[in-house]
């Protein structure tokens, strides 16, 4: 069975960074996409940003040149660096993997329980 798991939310004042962190653990033999997405009070779940096997990303317009998305693929995790957090990054951040082929099944799309960043002075 593969897991989602993320790391790394909490409480930071404006200006702040914080970095998360989301391991995918079973035994994996590839993933296509990994990427983080958000969710805020009152709205609709957003992606935040992409990362695919070989390095191509994809960001949100609202967090380009703020946050950064890196993965390890021998470590079958994926992390996102948030620098200059603002209160509307306020969110719950969900993990997500696509096309997760382990040995002896194929998930189409998977999510992690979610990790809090909490933005506020």
């Known amino acids: 069975q593969v897991q989602l798991v993320e790391s790394g939310g909490g409480l930071v004042q404006p200006g702040g960074s914080l970095r998360l962190s989301c391991v995918a653990s079973g035994s994996i033999s590839s993933i296509s996409v990994m990427g983080w997405y958000r969710q805020a009070p009152g709205k609709q779940r957003e992606l935040v940003a992409i990362i695919n096997w070989g390095g191509g990303t994809n960001y949100a317009d609202s967090v380009e040149g703020r946050f950064t998305i890196s993965r390890d693929n021998a470590k079958k995790t994926v992390y996102l660096q948030m620098n200059n957090l603002g209160p509307e990054d306020t969110a719950l951040y969900y993990c997500?993997?696509?096309?997760?082929?382990?040995?002896?099944?194929?998930?189409?799309?998977?999510w992690g329980q979610g990790t809090q960043v909490t933005v506020s002075s």
């Open positions: 997500n993997a696509k096309a997760v082929r382990d040995r002896t099944n194929y998930y189409n799309d998977l």
